[in-house]
């Protein structure tokens, strides 16, 4: 994987949200990472843990409160309103919910030319048409639907026509937030299908956001452990399966019903204890109050990530 | 212990519009036993949750309607009761529901603590005390792992996770015979559905009551079933055993699709096989098999004859031409 171009490095980045009273509520907290072009990083948390800010942050969507994300080797958080436009061309994204993120009003062609005409792709409206009708196809939209509007289609149709309007600008990197949750397994097993498609036709990078972690395990090449705003573990997908070393994603891992009889006898694991406020959190680590293994020195300082084993990243002062 | 608690006999059921009908469950038959759980598979659509709301009742006054078939409750037809009888001896008494959503099955200007209240109060008929029935809601709270001090906060104060299991701690406060549950970690996260799984079958052991667990996540079956049924259009296509569900065998094309779709924990597969296609409209339901437009087995006859129910085994049935025909040829040797 390290002869892969890195597409798009985050340094540090933070972000956090003004609370009542002054407080800051630290939704990504010094978060590294990078995506090489081509390949995939899951990101998987609960509910609550930064990803999606994360992922918005990313992409400028929200402003970072400090650090820095390197897109192409450029500091993107330093860019300007134009720049910015441009490089948006570049970085698209896919959102959850295929009900909420298309406006109702629009036809199914005018949603997906959209961004072409924000972005002054074409100068020929012929041009365009024949371009909206390219991305229905690759995406597996009939033509017939190309005057349709979005309440006359089923949620895995709008996805992908959430998947096309993010292809039209040819990015090369899409962040996706969530696009299979709010889909019935069948559907979800078409749109994962597709993505991954065209991930090899274009080559584009993902950053993949999910709650569900055999889909992560299914699409990416490296997966990210979040946890409170933090990466507590990255690795290899597989690797991260077979060898999970934060105690947090052990208890994670360990918690996913497997729709398997040999599993039934096991107990289901449960993780005790309240979950750390994420406004003015203590410093040492975020999981430290639900953790079965935590020593005083867990809640001394903040813990970097560390190179456990070769490409396999965790922050625990156990390991 | 294996008494037949609950028992639904080829129930119909309409949605009627000014301009259509749809036909959300079409002949659904199935028995719960006492102390067992039943899991119901089925994607968005199937009619999992109208068959649920049927039972207790539920089901939208002006459009929805029982056009077909029994429910029956310990021999009781549910549907020969009055209101009145329904309401003060069935609901939330017998038989209680555990709603999909914990955010909105609260009600966010009470209290917690007299929200389990008033189900205790509505079903008193032993004319306990308020201190009595307050000693109750301490120990029910007390029961899903939610301190008693925290009765007097307000829905809002609570995570999802809590919230899921105050709607528990109301579900279960009479002690159910039989509780419905309709999803009830899907809009939860792994841990805690883990949590709330745990808990259901801990109270399950303490308290005995049936379950009838609605999800469309096969893991939660396997975790937590004794018996499974999947739907598909409003038909039960397969049902049985735990065991005859998820051993590989003999199974309805739409179970084996169901199983493909969902990605592999343990070993690595390339792509993921979906199920071309969607369901049918229910306003106008195919004459054949419903699943037949997306069968990669269908035959000229799947789409023409609807199939009938082929018992496999003692518990294991088949809503399929190609098990039918099979046992046909059996039969003539």
Do not use: W
Not at chain 1, 25 to 43: C, E, F, M, S, Y
Not at chain 2, 185 to 194: C, E, K, P, S
């Amino acid at each position: 994987m390290n002869e892969a171009r890195i597409l798009i490095e985050v340094k540090d980045l933070c972000k956090y949200f003004d609370v009542k009273g002054g407080r800051k509520l630290h939704a990504v907290d010094r978060v590294n990472l990078t995506i090489p072009a081509g390949k995939t990083l899951g990101v998987v948390g609960e509910s609550g843990c930064g990803k999606s800010t994360l992922g918005r942050t990313m992409l400028r969507l929200l402003e970072p409160t400090s650090g820095q994300i390197l897109f192409e080797g450029k500091d993107i958080t330093k860019a300007r309103k134009s720049e910015m436009r441009q490089l948006r061309s570049k970085m698209q994204i896919i959102f959850q919910d295929p009900y909420s993120s298309i406006n109702p009003h629009m036809t199914v062609s005018d949603i997906i030319m959209q961004p072409m005409i924000v972005n002054r792709l074409f100068h020929s409206r012929e041009e365009m048409v024949a371009r909206v009708k390219k991305l229905m196809d690759t995406v597996g939209l009939a033509d017939r639907l190309y005057n349709a509007y979005p309440h006359e289609l089923d949620g895995g149709r709008r996805q992908r026509i959430g998947v096309a309007r993010a292809l039209a600008l040819n990015p090369e990197f899409i962040v996706c937030d969530e696009p299979v949750s709010a889909l019935d397994v069948s559907i979800q097993a078409q749109i994962l299908n597709l993505l991954m498609d065209l991930q090899d036709q274009m080559g584009l990078a993902y950053m993949f956001i999910t709650h569900d972690l055999s889909v992560v395990k299914h699409i990416s090449d490296e997966i990210a452990v979040l946890y409170l705003g933090q990466c507590i573990e990255r690795c290899g997908a597989t690797e991260l399966f077979r060898n999970p070393l934060h105690p947090y994603t052990k208890m994670l891992l360990a918690a996913i019903p497997v729709p398997n009889l040999s599993a039934r006898t096991r107990e289901l694991q449960v993780i005790h204890g309240e979950v750390t406020n994420p406004i003015d959190p203590p410093p040492g680590c975020r999981f430290a109050a639900r953790c079965p293994y935590c020593r005083p020195e867990c809640k001394e300082k903040d813990l970097p990530l560390r190179e456990v084993n070769p490409g396999h990243f965790a922050a625990c002062t156990l390991l | 212990m294996d008494e037949i608690l609950l028992k639904i006999e080829d129930l119909f059921i309409e949605y009627q519009t000014e301009l259509e009908t749809v036909r959300a469950v079409n002949g659904v038959s199935l028995e719960v036993k006492s102390g067992r759980t039943l899991g119901i598979v089925g994607e968005t659509g199937a009619g999992k949750t109208t068959t649920c709301l049927s039972i207790l009742r539920l089901l939208p006054d002006r459009t929805g309607r029982v056009t077909g078939g029994n429910i029956c409750f310990r021999d009781k037809n549910i549907y020969s009761l009055s209101e009145e009888e329904m309401r003060t001896q069935i609901c939330g008494e017998k038989i209680s529901m555990i709603f999909q959503d914990p955010m909105t099955s609260l009600n966010p200007v009470m209290t917690v603590g007299s929200q389990i209240y008033e189900a205790l109060k509505y079903h008193n008929h032993e004319n306990k005390t308020r201190e009595e029935l307050e000693r109750r809601v301490d120990e029910v709270l007390e029961l899903v792992g939610i301190p008693a001090e925290r009765k007097t906060e307000y829905p809002h104060q609570f995570s999802g996770g809590m919230k899921q299991r105050v709607v528990i701690a109301i579900a279960l406060a009479c002690e159910p015979e039989l509780l419905i549950a309709d999803e009830p970690t899907t809009a939860l996260d792994v841990t805690v559905q883990a949590q709330v799984l745990a808990m259901m079958r801990d109270l399950q052991k303490k308290v005995g009551s049936a379950i009838l667990l609605i999800t469309h996540d096969l893991g939660v079956v396997a975790q937590m079933c004794d018996d499974a049924l999947v739907m598909y259009a409003g038909e039960i296509v397969e049902s049985g055993s735990i065991e005859d569900i998820f051993t590989p065998g003999s199974h309805h094309p739409y179970t084996m699709g169901l199983f493909g779709a969902i990605p592999d924990l343990d070993s690595a597969v390339d792509r993921l096989t979906p199920i071309e296609g969607l369901m049918p409209d229910p306003t106008k339901l195919p004459d054949g098999c419903y699943f037949a437009d997306r069968c990669p087995y269908a035959e000229e006859l799947c789409k023409q004859i609807h199939p009938t129910r082929t018992s496999l085994s003692g518990t294991h049935t088949i809503l399929c031409h190609r098990f039918s025909e099979g046992l046909k040829e059996v039969s003539h040797e």
